[in-house]
């Protein structure tokens, strides 16, 4: 697969998580919707333009992916979907609704982990990071400052680390092993 197929998809897919995201973070502060989904839309265009629009020189190197990569992928996007539906459920079940967004980003951080030896690249690790530190900081503000809070720190602080990871998922060079890997092909041989 080349990078430039594999930085779209990425970059779209989290470009457009982060933009749910800060929707969903609109709910708390009415108030505030309009300036928050403004600089989400100017976001999303920033990242997304480039994207989808501009050629970049790593554009044709290809990365080799592991054997049954795509069935993987679909399992870590299956249990992610049932553990959601478990996190919604439990919140419901123990009238704590509001802990919901802190959840469910603990549930995406945490399925970041083996996308990140599914496609070779540690740069999945930040999103997994960031996501489980919001979820953290959610939940903590919900029992410290009130539901509001942790709403808020969950929703927005997942859109702002999705936002930032489809930055530099769209704007940093291949990872140096997929650069390498691609040199040692061109050279015969090769993994």
Request: charged share 10%; aromatic share 10%; no cysteine.
């Amino acid at each position: 697969m080349t990078e430039r197929s594999l930085r779209r998809v990425g970059t779209t897919s989290m470009t457009l998580f982060a933009f749910v995201w800060a929707v969903a973070g609109t709910g708390a502060y009415p108030a505030l919707r309009p300036v928050i989904l403004g600089a989400a839309v100017l976001i999303a265009v920033l990242i997304l333009a480039p994207t989808w629009f501009l050629r970049r020189r790593d554009d044709t190197l290809t990365r080799r992916l592991p054997s049954g990569w795509w069935r993987n992928f679909q399992i870590v996007g299956g249990v992610q979907f049932a553990a959601i539906a478990l996190v919604v459920f439990l919140a419901i079940w123990a009238d704590a609704a509001p802990l919901i967004p802190s959840g469910v980003a603990l549930v995406v951080g945490l399925h970041f982990l083996p996308l990140r030896s599914l496609f070779r690249d540690p740069i999945w690790l930040a999103p997994a990071a960031g996501l489980i530190v919001v979820a953290v900081t959610g939940a903590t503000l919900y029992f410290v400052s009130g539901p509001a809070a942790g709403i808020v720190a969950a929703t927005l602080g997942s859109a702002m680390v999705l936002f930032a990871v489809a930055a530099l998922v769209a704007f940093l060079p291949a990872h140096p092993r997929v650069a390498a890997a691609q040199r040692v092909g061109r050279a015969g041989g090769g993994p």
